[in-house]
C-alpha cells in the first residue's frame, strides 16, 4: 500500500525557513502527484502546492506563491516543501497527499482528489 510520512515541522521565527518533507513508499507507478496542505483548527483543510512525478510541474496556492518552494527527488521518493519567508498565518498542521489521477490543476487545492494522506507535521511561526 501507498505510505507517506511528513516530517520537518517545527518552530521558526517570522522570516525564518523551514524544509518539510514527505517520505513515499508503496507506489506501484511513477505517475503520481504529491500535495501539500495546511489545516488550522476549525478550518478546512487547505491546498499549498503541488507536483507531478511525471514532468515536474508545479502549482501554487496564492498565500504561498514566492516564498514556497516543491521539489522531489526521485531516486529517494522524497517530496519537499521549502518554507521560506515565514509568517505567523504559516502556523498549521501540514500534510502531504498522493494521487494517481490524472494531472488537474484542482490537485493544487482539493483534498477530494487525492487517496493517500501522510500524518501531519506541525509548524509555528512566532512573531
Known amino acids: 500500500d501507498v505510505q507517506l510520512q511528513a516530517s520537518g515541522g517545527g518552530l521558526a521565527q517570522a522570516g525564518g525557513s523551514l524544509r518539510l518533507s514527505c517520505v513515499a513508499s508503496?507506489?506501484?507507478?511513477?505517475?503520481?502527484?504529491i500535495g501539500w496542505f495546511r489545516q488550522v483548527p476549525g478550518m478546512l483543510r487547505e491546498g499549498i502546492a503541488c507536483?507531478?512525478?511525471?514532468?515536474?510541474?508545479?502549482l501554487y496556492s496564492d498565500s504561498v506563491q514566492g516564498r514556497f518552494t516543491i521539489s522531489s527527488d526521485n531516486v529517494k521518493n522524497i517530496v519537499y516543501l521549502e518554507m521560506n519567508g515565514l509568517k505567523p498565518e504559516d502556523t498549521a498542521v501540514y500534510y502531504c497527499a498522493a494521487t494517481n489521477r490524472p494531472y488537474s490543476s484542482a490537485q493544487a487545492a482539493d483534498v477530494s482528489q487525492y487517496d493517500y494522506w501522510g500524518q501531519g507535521t506541525q509548524v509555528t511561526v512566532s512573531s
Open positions: 507536483i507531478t512525478a511525471r514532468d515536474g510541474s508545479t
Open positions: 508503496g507506489f506501484t507507478s511513477d505517475e503520481y502527484t
